[in-house]
């Protein structure tokens, strides 16, 4: 992200000799980007960061997908994945190993879970992570520091970061998690070439929070489950480390986690109906992530506020909708916790009505969290579980 930041106690000059009280040496780690020619953060142990004392196979959940054929447009109910029955079986569910897999294809990953309970030490060594919370709050502990995250927080997580989530309260964690095979940032355009978020951009360095200061933990034979590239796509191991793991003491540079929460996103708007990039926030390889957020809508004196019927004939288009009202969609079913998925080779805007039934409107408080994705999407298993099975035919008038 080109945004420096510096936490504890790190040497004046880099590459150096950093020393313990005691004299003894810090273990300096270069925790680098694309060959080390992108950006990077130096963090200082207090133990070797690669000893490691044993690994063993992690058997991940079910990652499998379905091709989305034929081709249909899908609503995703994904509050009915995880139904608050019982002794409310959500507190011994975590944010990492509790997911289910809604959609999938090669470039990225879309997961779901409701949790209360601490999860296992993690490292994702495939891609970055852009965890959205749709409710609950607590802390995510990073070996760069700790991360406190609440409703509507966009949680960014780099490639290879270890890291835990911890729920906070009685209420559980409800995470959407996208998981790229890629890194996660800005979009180039709201970028200068020196990496400096400009005006234009909907958010600026200041809506973004990244570790305070260091996190010291001490234990032995630390489990770690790192999810991995494999022989057969992705993979699990689980490493036990004979110290533990969050052990520096200090860092600095461009590349840590921090989080954006969607209500310091400043929408775009315009006299016409404004196109999607417009609410774009993140990107990653080959697709990338959108805030659609309470906003005042079109105001030429003869705008249809809701979107036109559209064709983004290189895209499939994944609505998460996550609060407010959404006119478009009336009438369809949709509501709190569902996804829309559009795919691309098929026309798709607002539900019978809505187009009409919108003129005069003057704001929208509709909260959304999109991806667009460049390669078409698959259902993973929980994707099939939680289809209504009837939204394709919502346009259509029936007898």
Known sequence: ??????????????????????????????????????????????????????????????????ANH??????????????????????????????RLVLGNADVRISYVVAGE????????????????????????????VLPFRQGDHVLLPRATTHRWLPAGDEPVRAYVIE??????????????????????????????????????????VDVFVKHRGPQGIAGTRFVYPEHPFDVVGWDGCLYPYTFNIADFEPITGRVHQPPPVHQAFEGYNFVVCNFVPRKVDYHPLSIPVPYYHSNVDSD???????GNYEARK??????????????????????????????MERSDELVV??????????????????????????TPRP
């Open 118 to 145: 601490a999860s296992p030490l993690y490292r994702n060594a495939i891609g970055d992570e852009c965890v959205y919370v749709e409710a609950g709050s607590g802390t995510v502990e990073t070996v760069f520091g």
């Open 331 to 360: 009438g369809s079913g949709i509501g709190q916790g569902s996804i829309s998925l559009h795919p691309g080779g098929w026309a798709h805007g607002p539900q019978p009505g809505a187009y009409e039934n919108s003129i005069g």
């Open 180 to 221: 790229a095979n890629s890194h996660i940032t800005p979009p180039k355009r709201y970028l200068s070439r020196f990496g400096q978020l400009l005006e234009h951009s909907p958010y600026c360095e200041r809506d973004l929070h990244g570790p305070a200061e260091p996190l010291l933990a001490d234990g032995q034979d």
């Open 317 to 323: 288009e994944v609505m998460f909708y996550c609060g």
């Open 70 to 99: 034929p081709l249909t447009p899908r609503h995703l109910k994904l509050h009915d994945l995880f139904p608050e029955t019982g002794e409310m079986a959500w507190k011994s569910i975590d944010v990492v190993t509790g997911r």
């Open 370 to 395: 999109m991806v667009d994705t460049f390669r078409p999407l698959e259902l993973g298993e929980a994707g099939l579980e939680c289809d209504d099975g009837v939204y394709a035919w919502s346009w």
């Open 1 to 66: 992200m080109a945004y420096y930041r510096h936490v504890g106690d790190v040497p004046p000059k880099r590459h150096t000799q950093h020393r313990r009280p005691d004299g003894g040496l810090y273990y300096e780690e270069l925790m680098g980007e694309e060959g080390f020619s992108s950006d990077s953060s130096l963090l200082y142990h207090r133990n070797i960061p690669s000893a490691i004392a044993d690994a063993q196979q992690w058997e991940l959940p079910d990652l499998s997908t379905t």
